[in-house]
């Protein structure tokens, strides 16, 4: 009898963890100027001086994360050799969602000794939480980095940019030195700091440019080299993978993303080695993973609208006007056992959100004598998008904080 997996072929991976988001690269290529100012930011540590604040900009996926991995694992192994400088604790933490108090909380627990209990989840708060994070680190000394990933998805980041860096000047550390590494997917991130927070950060700040084609295209043969088997893919494939990130998001994840999904699309067809045409069809599966999470991002009741048109579209009966959009969506929210919004205002709201965001596409409707503006609506991408979407738990946890805002409204 012929084994469920006999027919499998060989593989093209030769080491597929290298093309995973987990995996932390051993070189940094093309970013040699942002290590240097990184370098530069980051001296003061082996000289036992207070560190600098550091503030990274730049869009998703252009190394943000993976510099600042390689540049502290650096700095504590130089840290280590070098007399003059204190004991050198790197703390990360992912913000994604979080509030001040649970980021320091997560700090607290973090360095607090083995044998001690967690500081408590509820009835403290942000301030306490401070307190006892101050007699930690104090109770630790050395020298802290507290890097601070996607620190824009942070509620109320002002406060914590605030207090740490006065730290020592408002006496709550007097041995521990402590210095923020401050990252961020977004540009405007800093302008929305008030002025007492910018003049107490006094922060260096290096920014990430997109990488272009030909940086992506050395990014990318050098993982291609650790992930494939050797004369497992074409290097026409890893310059189209390069060249189609380059153009859309200038992402190196992107790249890699697509390099992935590629060699996969190769394997499945059993084709022996990745070609540009495999890269070409990852490309359309990357896009609708990337319009699943834009999906996903939503608030729960902008989902349901949504799907709400998505069936309609999918029964043919688009364009459709907000009325029916509403009576669908209804079903949908009950049947997952979500209250429903009941007035037509909030579901147009709605509806003009998704068009906004590029999901749907409206058109206005002559109203005749009567006067008014009244509009349908119809779907603007395939609906099995929409019926697939991605639902993580991050995104669920904000969805449903800001629903409630929709309630609200
Ligand atoms: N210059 C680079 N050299 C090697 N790999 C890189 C480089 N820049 C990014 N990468 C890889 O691309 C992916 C995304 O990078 P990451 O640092 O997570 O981006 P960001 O934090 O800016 O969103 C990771 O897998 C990372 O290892
Ligand atoms: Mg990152």
Known sequence: MAGLFEDIGDTLFENKTVLEEE???????????????????????????????????????????AVTTHVLDELQHAAEQQDAADDLYVHRYNCNDETVFSAVRELVNRLLPDHASEFPKRGLSTGNALKELYKQLERVGGTHLVVLDEIDHLEKADSLLYELPRARANDHLEDAKIGIIGISNNYTFRNRLSAKVKDTLQEDEISFPTYDANELRTILHDRAKKALVEDGYDDSAVAKAAALAAQDTGSA?????????????AEREDAGTVQDDHIGRAREEVNRGRLRDKIADQSLHARHVLEAVAHIEHDGDTPVRSKKVMATYQQIAEKRGDDPLTTLQSIRNHLEDLQMLGFLIRNEVNQGQSGGRSYTHELDMDPSVVFKRATNSTNK????RSDSAAIIR
């Open 253 to 265: 994840r992107q790249a890699i993303d697509l390099l992935r999904k590629g060699t996969e699309i």
């Open 23 to 65: 995996y932390e690269p051993d070189n940094i290529l093309e970013r040699d100027d942002e290590i240097e100012e990184y370098r530069h930011s980051l001296k003061d540590v082996l000289y036992g001086r207070n560190p600098s604040n550091v503030m990274l900009y730049g869009k998703a996926g252009v190394g943000k994360t």
């Open 397 to 400: 946890a904000k969805s449903d």
